[in-house]
């Protein structure tokens, strides 16, 4: 089955410091979003994206969150200035359809010092 | 607003057992349901899902799941529990609801299955 591909898996940083997360969504797909899950926390919604503009965002996705499809293959989730409460896991997702079951990549474990 | 409430953080269950996995959802419009399935160090892959039509779901690994809007509620079961059942349960909700895309999963905490032989 495809997948969608995120790199790194584990990213550490320290605070103030900008980091990009990569995906790679499935080929066919046209909706890309990410999630990210704080430890013991619920998985939440931050972004997503179609026709190459954000479509939705959630009220974390503040000003340090951008989104990029630079390629047309990568999908990248960019934060300027990382605070120590960004630590999280980050989730890429894609689906074909705005109904389309979401496919997610494993996640990029984001460790922020 | 949408919001999803599953009721225990972790579920202990013998192989061979009965499954249940509860799932509580609150929303304004009429929702889409979702159980996602997280294995260790996998993304979240999806179990089943609800959208309309018939209230009693079936999804990938035997899993099921019945709709009840009286109840607010979507459990997940599955008659008989394998080892390899044993990962991180979500269940998540979306709707079309003041602009909100139906790609926007709210989702649970989740719930930790444990199958012992």
């Known amino acids: 089955e495809p997948e969608v591909t995120q790199t790194p898996s584990h990213q550490v940083t320290q605070m103030g410091q900008e980091v990009i997360l990569r995906c790679v969504p499935i080929?066919?797909?046209?909706?890309f979003y990410w999630y990210r899950q704080i430890l013991g926390q619920k998985v939440e919604f931050l972004v997503s994206?179609?026709?190459?503009?954000?479509?939705?965002k959630s009220e974390i996705f503040d000003d340090q969150f951008s989104v990029e499809r630079p390629d047309g293959s990568n999908f990248t989730l960019k934060i300027r200035s990382t605070k120590l409460e960004d630590s999280a896991m980050y989730f890429c997702?894609?689906?074909?359809?705005?109904?389309?079951?979401?496919?997610f990549g494993s996640g990029t474990q984001l460790s922020v010092l | 607003a949408q919001s999803v409430t599953q009721l225990g953080s972790h579920v202990s269950v013998s192989e061979g057992a009965l499954v249940l996995l509860r799932c509580n959802y609150s929303?304004?419009?009429?929702?889409?349901l979702f159980w996602y399935v997280q294995y260790p160090n996998q993304g979240l892959q999806l179990l089943l899902k609800?959208?309309?039509?018939?209230?009693l779901v079936k999804g990938i690994n035997g899993f099921e799941a019945e709709f009840k809007k009286s109840e607010t509620s979507f459990h997940l079961t599955k008659p008989s529990a394998h080892m390899s059942d044993a990962a991180e349960y979500f269940c998540?909700?979306?709707?079309?609801?003041?602009?909100?895309?139906?790609?926007?999963?709210?989702f649970g905490r989740g719930t930790q299955l444990t199958v012992w032989p």
């Open positions: 609800y959208t309309t039509g018939a209230t």
């Open positions: 929303s304004s419009v009429p929702p889409y």
């Open positions: 998540a909700v979306s709707a079309q609801h003041r602009g909100s895309t139906l790609g926007r999963l709210y």
């Open positions: 080929s066919n797909h046209l909706y």
């Open positions: 997702a894609s689906s074909v359809g705005v109904l389309g079951k979401l496919f």
């Open positions: 994206f179609y026709n190459n503009e954000i479509s939705e």
